[in-house]
């Protein structure tokens, strides 16, 4: 998934289960592996898919309607045109945004739950599982480990972390990296429960001054610039807490936390907010 993982337990056969699953989810969902199931439907504009494919398309084509179209597995192509696929950043012109966007929208993506089949309606669509893959494949680990009989682990995917149980009696605590990487923005404390941070600090470019970020609004088609810097949110499951985090931040302070309300378990745990200001580093 273009990231790391770690796994914490004291149960030492923990890591190997967890990594085994984690690797297993990989194969279907990765945008870096040629052969997943998510690599053929991006080509094919088809598939046949396996349950838990078919199961986090249809999460994420379920969660776009509910955020008003914040969230959405489509945006890839714009992931491409800025140059967030091989890091080779650019400005696009307003006609290329505008051509990019038609292919665009979770309505776009049709499914039968009879046969399993995922269709594009548009040529050149494709699907970017990068805001909901890491907590959904979290979230396998923990139920690998949990029908293993291991009842305390932390399980961590590039930053989507889930705390299952507790660790000796205490809860699990992680600590939320300060936007400036210099420290820390706060501690949380986790007993069977995922938490997610969605933010622009991590990967991005800037251009004349203006810092242009991976999370893009899907309306625009510009990278989303809600004033918010970074969004930490808890939920009961990673996936809801990734899909979330990611929509949140595309929304904003008042629409994302009028969101959150309807999500049962969920709750912001932290957000930052900063101007786009000239960036001088
Ligand atoms: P996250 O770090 O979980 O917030 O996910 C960000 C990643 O999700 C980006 O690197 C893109 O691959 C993808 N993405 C960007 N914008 C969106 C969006 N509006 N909805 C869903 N996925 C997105
Ligand atoms: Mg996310």
């Known amino acids: 998934m273009g990231t790391f993982a770690t796994v914490i337990s004291c149960d030492e056969r923990a890591a190997g289960i967890a990594f085994a699953e984690i690797g297993r989810i990989e194969k279907l969902l990765s945008k870096y592996d040629?052969?997943?199931?998510i690599s053929r439907l991006n080509s094919a504009g088809y598939i046949q898919a396996s349950p838990e494919t078919y199961y986090i398309i249809k999460k994420s084509k379920d969660f776009s309607a509910a955020s008003s179209g914040a969230f959405d597995i489509t945006v890839a192509p714009l992931v491409e045109l800025w140059g967030f696929k091989d890091r080779?950043?650019?400005?696009?012109?307003?006609?290329?945004?505008?051509?990019?966007l038609q292919r665009i929208g979770s309505d776009k993506i049709i499914l039968n739950d009879a046969g399993r089949s995922v269709k594009f309606s548009t040529a050149g669509m494709s699907v970017d599982l990068g805001a909901i893959a890491k907590g959904y494949?979290?979230?396998?680990?923990?139920?690998?480990?949990?029908?293993?009989?291991i009842t305390s682990a932390l399980v961590?995917?590039?930053g989507e972390t889930y705390g299952l149980g507790t660790k000796a009696g205490r809860p699990w605590t992680v600590a939320i990296r300060s936007p400036d990487k210099k420290g820390f923005a706060g501690r949380?404390?986790?007993i069977d429960r995922g938490v997610s941070t969605s933010g622009n600090y991590e990967q991005f470019f800037i251009k004349d001054g203006i810092r242009y970020a991976h999370i893009f609004d899907p309306g625009t088609g510009m990278p989303a610039d809600s004033g918010i810097t970074a969004v930490t949110v808890l939920a009961n499951d990673c996936l809801i807490a990734d899909s979330l985090s990611t929509a949140i931040?595309?929304?904003g302070k008042e629409k994302g936390s009028a969101f959150v309300k309807n999500i049962p378990g969920a709750e912001i745990a932290k957000i930052i907010m900063e101007k786009n200001v000239p960036d001088h580093k």
């Open 137 to 149: 494949a979290v979230d396998c680990a923990v139920r690998k480990l949990k029908e293993s009989g």
């Open 249 to 251: 931040f595309v929304l």
């Open 188 to 190: 949380l404390e986790l």
């Open 88 to 100: 080779d950043f650019r400005l696009p012109a307003k006609g290329e945004i505008a051509l990019a």
């Open 34 to 37: 040629p052969d997943s199931e």
């Open 156 to 158: 961590n995917i590039g």
